[in-house]
């Protein structure tokens, strides 16, 4: 289980990185963040192909659900933060469940 952990730790600095990025984009700056989105959503849905364990987890399909709305939606900053900061604690959970 050591590749899911290391993936989700990944997955966690990525989705942290949204919320700055998302700063940055209402502030005016050009950091292409739907692209990042998008890119981020072929890595969460891609690890389903070679992990069991994370494609049966309901908060890794509540994970990818949300990112998979993020990446069709434009939501205000607040609502952005709100979905941000529950994948972070969702992420968080299954990193704490993963035995290494």
């Known amino acids: 289980m050591d ?45 389903c192909i070679w992990s069991d364990w994370l494609k049966r987890h309901e908060d890794y399909v509540v ?8 990446s069709k939606n434009n939501l205000e900053y607040k609502q952005y933060r709100r979905e941000i900061f529950k994948m972070l604690n969702l992420l968080n959970k299954i990193d704490a469940e993963i035995e290494v």
Do not use: P, Q, W
């Open 63 to 70: 994970v990818t659900s949300i990112i998979a709305h993020l």
């Open 3 to 47: 590749r899911e952990k290391n993936f989700i730790k990944h997955i966690t600095n990525e989705v942290y990185k949204m919320l700055v990025l998302k700063e940055r984009e209402d502030c005016g700056e050009n950091v292409y963040l739907e692209d990042y989105i998008n890119n981020l959503f072929i890595e969460i849905d891609g690890a």
